[in-house]
């Protein structure tokens, strides 16, 4: 038996186990969703969420047999999630600051001034 196919036997023998980040990297992926519309909150979460999965999946492709497969969709799920955060926390910080830029930050504190800029906004 060549040293290469006894590395592989050993790795058959052995139990799997799941990606260690691949948990918590889905639910950053889930907080990050739902915290897309507090200015910027689910950015900074779904940034960690993607950072992790960047590192199980470095480890789970160099070596896929000795994690599980469950753990290896739960976390190309919770990266999922945190891309689609990212996109809309982004759309979400550009349409706050179009708001900034085209009624003014007084005029959004104040719901009777940005009802009537929205009113003469929309005429």
Do not use: H
């Not at 006894?6 to 058959?12: D, I, V």
Request: charged residues 10%; glycine residues 6%.
């Amino acid at each position: 038996m060549t040293e290469n196919n006894y590395s592989e036997q050993q790795q058959l023998n052995q139990p799997q186990i799941a990606l260690p980040n691949a948990t918590a990297v889905l639910v950053l992926g889930i907080v990050s969703i739902l915290l897309c519309c507090c200015y910027g909150g689910g950015l900074v979460t779904s940034i960690i969420a993607l950072v992790l999965a960047g590192k199980d999946t470095n480890r789970y492709i160099a070596n896929p047999a000795m994690y599980t497969p469950g753990s290896y969709s739960n976390l190309k799920a919770g990266k999922i999630c945190a891309i689609i955060a990212i996109i809309f926390s982004l759309m979400y910080i550009a349409l706050a600051a179009w708001f900034i830029l085209t009624f003014g930050w007084e005029t959004m504190q104040d719901p009777n001034a940005m009802r009537e800029a929205m009113e003469q906004w929309a005429k």
